[in-house]
């Protein structure tokens, strides 16, 4: 993963967030037990969350976010999202290890997360807002082959209690987009 990646998956779901209106965030979406509000604050959150485990190595403990969706979460995304490209793309930030709470992970897993995690939320909210979901098939192509190998069985369980649900079959005809969240667990 670059950088470049991150900047796409950011792009991808900008696109998405610009499509919600607030009357829309108490709707469901793909991840059962979250709304629309939900990912918008776990997504511009995500900016800010990475941007601090950049500059400290850890987050600081007793971190909360405020309520982006509350506010206006699309000019947060736009200022958490240059914020957490520019800690990225800091010298030495990729040589470096950082404590994500629940393990030690090199620079370069932190990006993978962060720019899978910045996409598939994406993907939610175009499936949540009745919205295309084929983003960016490029993308989306090198997301799947990374997450085939960086997720592991035993990260998978029910919703809520594990980071990723158990896979769901989707065909190999449907976007990558798709099959990337089918493997991550969302209903496609």
């Not at 998956?9 to 037990?33: H, N, Y």
């Not at 990912?39 to 403990?61: K, Q, R, W, Y």
């Not at 971190?63 to 999202?81: C, R, V």
């Amino acid at each position: 993963m670059t950088t470049a990646d991150l900047e796409r998956a950011i792009v991808s779901t900008s696109a998405m967030l610009a499509k919600v209106d607030p009357d829309q965030l108490d709707a469901a979406t793909p991840c059962a037990s979250w709304k629309i509000r939900d990912i918008v604050n776990h997504v511009v959150g995500g900016t800010h969350f990475f941007t601090m485990l950049l500059e400290n190595g850890s987050i600081p403990a007793g971190t909360e976010m405020p309520d982006f969706a509350s506010g206006d979460f699309k000019a947060s995304y736009a200022d958490g999202s240059k914020q957490v490209v520019a800690a990225f793309g800091n010298e030495g930030v990729m040589d470096k290890s950082f404590n994500m709470g629940f393990a030690e992970m090199p620079g370069p897993a932190v990006l993978s997360i962060a720019t899978t995690d910045t996409f598939v939320h994406g993907w939610d909210l175009a499936r949540s807002l009745g919205e295309p979901t084929d983003l960016d098939p490029e993308l989306a192509t090198k997301l799947l082959a990374n997450a085939r190998v960086a997720i592991p069985e035993s990260f998978r369980g029910e919703d809520g209690k594990a980071a990723f649900g158990r896979i769901v079959d989707v065909p190999e005809s449907a976007p990558a987009a798709d099959q990337l969240a089918g493997f991550l667990g969302r209903q496609v």
